[in-house]
């Protein structure tokens, strides 16, 4: 079973895909089903994924297939929360980084999130990428679940987060 194994970095609003030179592009739509399940567009990869939270384990295990284009249409009108982002991926130290630039409707960056995913067991990555390293405004910690893209789906809520994250003093 796959093991989700991730930690998360709140960016600034103005960080540039400019600093990710080098990285690949996606562009990602994702929507989450009344029962928990996720669709994602990935380009033209269609895939099912399906997450649970094993308490005695305490771990995440991600089960993920893909899907015909068709069975994400069907899907998609069903969907609660949806995500639109573009996101930048490289590969370091056998850790996978991904930075995710949620845009509302109208294609406005509303919220930037880096995601390390790393080997199972692992507790933090070896090195924090130059790209990012002094840009991070906010460390989110490994068990803090306030940071989901489904949660992140509502751009009100993410500007919110960011600003109670970010701004501390001023809440």
């Not at 567009?41 to 399906?50: H, I």
């Not at 573009?86 to 996978?96: F, G, K, N, P």
């Not at 630039?101 to 960056?109: P, T, Y």
Request: proline share 6%.
């Amino acid at each position: 079973m796959p093991i989700e194994n991730e930690l998360k970095y709140v960016l600034p609003l103005e960080f540039s895909e400019a600093n990710l030179s080098g990285w690949t592009r996606q562009d990602i739509r994702q929507a989450y089903l009344e029962e928990g399940p996720r669709i994602r567009q990935r380009d033209d990869d269609f895939l099912f994924t399906y997450k649970k939270w094993v308490p005695d384990a305490k771990v995440l295990v991600e089960i993920e297939t893909h899907i015909p284009a068709s069975d994400f249409d069907l899907l998609w009108p069903l969907c609660v929360e949806r995500v639109q982002k573009t996101r930048y991926v490289t590969l370091a130290d056998e850790c996978e980084w991904v930075i995710d630039f949620l845009r509302d409707a109208s294609g406005a960056v509303y919220f930037v999130q880096a995601e390390v995913e790393m080997p199972e067991g692992q507790a933090a990555p070896a090195v924090v990428l130059a790209e990012i390293r002094d840009h991070i405004v906010y460390a989110v910690g490994a068990d803090d679940n306030r940071f989901t893209n489904k949660k992140l789906s509502d751009p009100e809520y993410a500007a919110r987060l960011r600003r109670k994250v970010c701004e501390p003093e001023a809440n």
